[in-house]
């Protein structure tokens, strides 16, 4: 597996040079339009436009971690008595708020190293600090006297209030305080959202949670809050989910969930009945959290994968029953794919109320593990304050930690860190893959067929920017060609929206389109003047397989999962010297769509099973 790690480092590096590379091209024909207008020659500023691309292309994939660095200053400004402090103050915050779209973190009084925060512990008093040595412990911040946190948190409340933004105090201790500043949102079209898959094996209680997180009642211990998320009425009768099932969870500004007020109904009609839809949500909400519900059973694992590659989730939510004695059946595998898809993981053990002590810490030791084995090389934090929930919320990513929640979803026990935990996870269109700046690109996912509408699709943006009324390009279809239509109306969360960018998971109706023409796996990209890109059906690809219980030979067919694309694939060829390929190797191989050809890119991201193999891989060639 450690060739795993170098791998998944590699396909890092050849999506960042795609992404340069297609910058440098979009600056190249901007540059080229723009001369031409002024019928000046583009030479020279030709290159000077290519390197203004290769400035840009480095600028979005570029971590903020200097956040904390930029607030280091405020507490001091709070304290003091001038307004020019205070002023400063303010900037130095709506400074950080607008990068980090509408919100961050402010914390006041000296702060515990994560060392300790994250060890499962109660965290020791704070040291007594010699001047000049403060960081010699770990600790961060200075510290503060009851009456100063209480002066420093009323003036911060003072000052935020002038550019609109609340303040929520997380947690409540006498010395130390990590507040949370957040700026309502104007319209549902500028809401950060976050976009979060919960999988797991069977029976492990994935709906249940979705369905007391999003509805607020509290189950009953036989699935009364999982009524109201089936889609068939199979589900309803089996209680496992067979689709690709979608939720969300809203949070106002003061950090409190938006939930109907149906705590107290004992039916679970009423449970399903009473619900607030999401356009209410999405009108209340300065943040949402958009839950991917996957399947468990082995027989959708399929349609698990698809929603895992097309869904692009921020993180993965592994549920795990306490009573089931560890990671078993189909959460290894789910465990697995999240790892090969270098998405995050955090952990949630439910059923914690109706487990035996043993059973539990039996189950708790499996997972820990398995999570810090070689293949995995995670470190699990076990989340059991709101001021670990707030932190891991925000180093979880980029430090390969694990959050676990232990949960029940009958007691309401642990509900709450997992509530401040998702409401402080950062938004998903913050992230490095989703470019503005681009021509527009938006994968279709799922299609609909609205009375009175015509087709409606959705799906991601990946890049661009989309406004109602715009011409825009669909395809391919099954020859390979491209069909011109027009965004009619743009929904997000089912609330119109008059246009959305990069990032943003949003529903376009299509006009004069029939939806037998319409299919998942397409792509509408931006009508311009220039030839829309060619489609493929033979790519070139690097791979590595994860496992495989034989050996893999030319004209081997599995199935393709890359991006909104699931389609079977047919390996053509391959740079090894024997013409196989075992469990561990790594290749260059030539693959070809089955069906009909399809838009990708270099740079993409792919994962191909058929039964128990499983390989990883990115497109580095169009053939």
């Not at 207008?37 to 030479?43: I, L, S, Y």
């Amino acid at each position: 597996m450690a060739t795993l790690r170098a791998f998944q480092n590699e396909i890092e590096e050849i999506q960042a040079k795609n992404v340069a590379a297609e910058q440098q091209q979009r600056a190249a024909v901007l540059a080229l339009e723009t001369t031409t207008k002024k019928g000046k020659p583009a030479v020279k500023q030709d290159s000077v436009d290519n390197s203004t691309a290769t400035a840009q292309a480095t600028s979005p994939i570029v971590e903020r971690d200097s956040v904390d660095e930029d607030l280091a200053g405020v507490q001091a400004l709070l304290l003091q008595g001038d307004d020019a402090s205070h002023r400063k103050a303010s900037d130095l915050i709506a400074s950080v708020v607008t990068r980090k779209r509408g919100e961050c973190l402010v914390h006041l009084g000296l702060q515990p190293p994560h060392e300790l925060l994250f060890a499962n512990a109660p965290v020791p008093p704070e040291p007594i600090l010699v001047p000049d040595e403060a960081n010699a412990t770990g600790w961060t911040g200075s510290p503060l006297t009851e009456d100063q946190l209480t002066k420093a948190i009323s003036m911060l409340i003072s000052i935020v209030d002038g550019i609109g933004a609340t303040v929520t105090r997380l947690f409540d201790h006498p010395t130390r305080a990590t507040c949370l500043v957040r700026i309502p949102p104007p319209t549902v079209e500028s809401t950060p959202e976050v976009r979060c898959a919960v999988v797991g094996n069977v029976d492990s209680g994935k709906s249940t949670t979705l369905g007391v997180l999003t509805r607020g009642a509290l189950d009953d211990g036989r699935g009364k809050a999982r009524v109201g998320l089936f889609r068939h009425k199979h589900e309803i009768e089996t209680g496992r989910t067979s689709s690709v099932g979608m939720e969300i969870l809203g949070f106002g500004p003061t950090g409190n969930p938006i939930l109907p007020a149906i705590a107290a109904a004992p039916d679970s009609e009423v449970v399903k009945r009473e619900r607030l839809g999401w356009e209410d949500i999405a009108a209340r909400s300065s943040k949402i959290i958009s839950f991917i519900d996957l399947a468990g059973h082995e027989r959708y694992l399929k349609t698990t994968l698809y929603g895992l590659t097309s869904g692009a989730p921020s993180c993965v939510f592994l549920m795990v029953g306490a009573n089931a004695a560890g990671l078993i059946g189909m959460s290894k595998e789910h465990l697995a794919i999240s790892l090969a898809l270098s998405v995050p993981v955090v952990v949630c053990i439910t059923k914690i109320d109706m487990t035996p002590a043993n059973v539990l810490n039996e189950t708790v030791k499996h997972i820990v593990k398995v999570l810090k084995s070689p293949g995995c090389r995670k470190t699990p934090v076990f989340v059991n304050s709101v001021e670990c929930a707030a932190e891991v919320s925000q180093a979880f990513i980029g430090k390969r930690l694990c959050p676990i929640f232990q949960i029940s979803n009958v007691t309401g026990q642990g509900l709450d860190h997992v509530r401040t935990f998702l409401n402080l996870l950062p938004s998903s269109e913050d992230e490095k893959r989703f470019i503005k700046d681009q021509p527009l690109e938006y994968s279709v996912t799922e299609v609909w067929s609205v009375p009175y509408t015509g087709v409606v699709v959705n799906g991601i943006i990946n890049s661009g920017t989309i406004t109602a009324g715009d011409s825009v390009l669909i395809g391919p279809d099954s020859l390979g060609g491209w069909i011109n239509t027009a965004v009619k109306s743009i929904h997000r969360k089912r609330a119109p929206v008059p246009s959305a960018e990069a990032g943003q998971a949003v529903s376009f109706a299509l006009k004069k389109m029939k939806k037998g023409v319409v299919r998942k796996g397409m792509v509408v990209i931006a009508k311009t003047d220039v030839p829309p890109p060619k489609v493929t059906r033979r790519f070139e690809a690097q791979v590595l397989i994860l496992y495989h219980n034989t050996t893999l030979q030319r004209n081997y067919q599995a199935m393709l999962h890359c991006g909104n694309i699931r389609q079977t694939v047919r390996l053509i060829d391959m740079d090894s010297n024997q013409g196989i390929l075992r469990t561990g190797d790594r290749a260059t191989v030539l693959f070809e769509f089955i069906q009909r050809p399809e838009y990708v890119k270099p740079g993409m991201k792919l994962l191909f099973r058929e039964g128990s193999t499983k390989g990883l891989g990115v497109i580095t060639k169009l053939l």
